[in-house]
């Protein structure tokens, strides 16, 4: 029998996951807006990559949040090794394993980041690309875990959305021109 505590565990995990998918997308738009050197008169560059900075810790504490209620709710018996240690689980092995990938993934990110400073560009760089793969691991970890959650459509809609925001930001990144990335890639 599900106590309030189980109840309340339960759809604070389910928010927070939601919630850290729109921020996760949030952060690859920014993302890609900063690598393609995107700035305008109301957001210069520097704006774009605090705000990336910035968005992607907070990713981080709602996801914190996200793994904390589901270890602490009984129903799964998920434990903190699972977090972070893929395909480990007894419950839903495949879909909390890629949820601990792409949690894994985005620490390797804010973790590269914070010691940007005192690494390689070129190692920084192929690791931040890493991006790439940890939204969509993150996505299907959502299709795939979310259960009946996921069918509801409002939440079909928000994972479309989704979707398309990130893969147009992808081509663009892929299209857009800047004289600074274009003197880099003629010296490479």
Do not use: K, Q
Not at 44 to 69: D, E, G, K, Q
Not at 92 to 100: F, H, K, R, S, T
Not at 138 to 148: D, K, P, Q, R, S
Request: with cysteine; hydrophobic share 55%; aromatic share 10%.
């Amino acid at each position: 029998m599900n106590t309030p505590l189980d109840t309340a565990l339960w759809y604070t995990s389910r928010a927070t996951g939601l919630t850290s998918l729109l921020l996760l997308t949030a952060v690859m738009l920014l993302g890609a807006a900063n690598s393609a050197r995107f700035s305008s008169a109301n957001w210069p560059r520097f704006a774009v990559a605090a705000v990336h900075r910035n968005l992607t810790l907070i990713t981080v504490a709602f996801l914190a949040v996200h793994a904390a209620t589901a270890v602490i709710d009984p129903y799964a018996g998920i434990s903190w090794l699972n977090t972070v240690l893929p395909f480990t689980a007894t419950y839903e092995p495949l879909w909390l394993g890629l949820g601990a990938a792409a949690l894994d993934l985005l620490l390797a990110l804010v973790v590269s980041s914070l010691l940007r400073p005192r690494i390689n560009p070129r190692v920084w760089r192929g690791i931040h690309w890493v991006a790439y793969l940890c939204w969509p691991v993150a996505v299907l970890h959502g299709f795939g875990i979310g259960g009946a959650d996921s069918r509801l459509g409002w939440v079909r809609l928000l994972d479309v959305a989704c979707v398309l925001a990130v893969l147009a930001a992808v081509v663009w990144r892929g299209i857009a021109r800047h004289p600074d990335t274009e003197a880099r890639r003629s010296v490479r």
